[in-house]
């Protein structure tokens, strides 16, 4: 079983900036942090930014250029850090994590509970 934890949210004035944190941790032959997605209340739960497989980064379009993500594959843990903070990032945000059980099985994804990010104009 894997275990994905989330921290780091809380209340912030527009403007402002939060450093999220995503640990993943278990009994698997590999485990992998992909990204980082958020849900708004009444609404669908949407992407926000991922690794690619060379190790850079993809984000969506409305976090470009304030959003950055990084990891430590070694410590299975990744980062979201926050800039120019809006009131409409107001959600919780949550980490992906991919796991592979054997080296020939099919990955498995998972997730954290999720940890609540809220911005106030």
């Known amino acids: 079983q894997v275990q994905v934890v989330e921290s780091g949210g809380g209340l912030v004035q527009a403007g402002g900036s939060l450093r999220l944190s995503c640990a993943a941790s278990?009994?698997?032959?590999?485990?992998?942090?992909m990204g980082w997605y958020r849900q708004a209340p009444g609404k669908q739960r949407e992407y926000v930014a991922s690794?690619?497989?060379?190790?850079?980064?993809n984000y969506a379009d409305s976090v470009k250029g304030r959003f950055t993500i990084s990891r430590d594959n070694a410590k299975n843990t990744a980062y979201l850090q926050m800039n120019s903070l809006k009131p409409e990032d107001t959600a919780v945000y949550y980490c992906?994590?991919?796991?592979?059980?054997?080296?020939?099985?099919?990955?498995?994804?998972?997730w954290g509970q999720g940890t609540q990010v809220t911005v106030s104009s």
């Open positions: 278990g009994s698997a032959f590999s485990i992998n942090i």
């Open positions: 690794f690619t497989s060379s190790d850079s980064a």
């Open positions: 992906n994590a991919r796991a592979f059980k054997f080296s020939f099985s099919r990955p498995n994804d998972y």
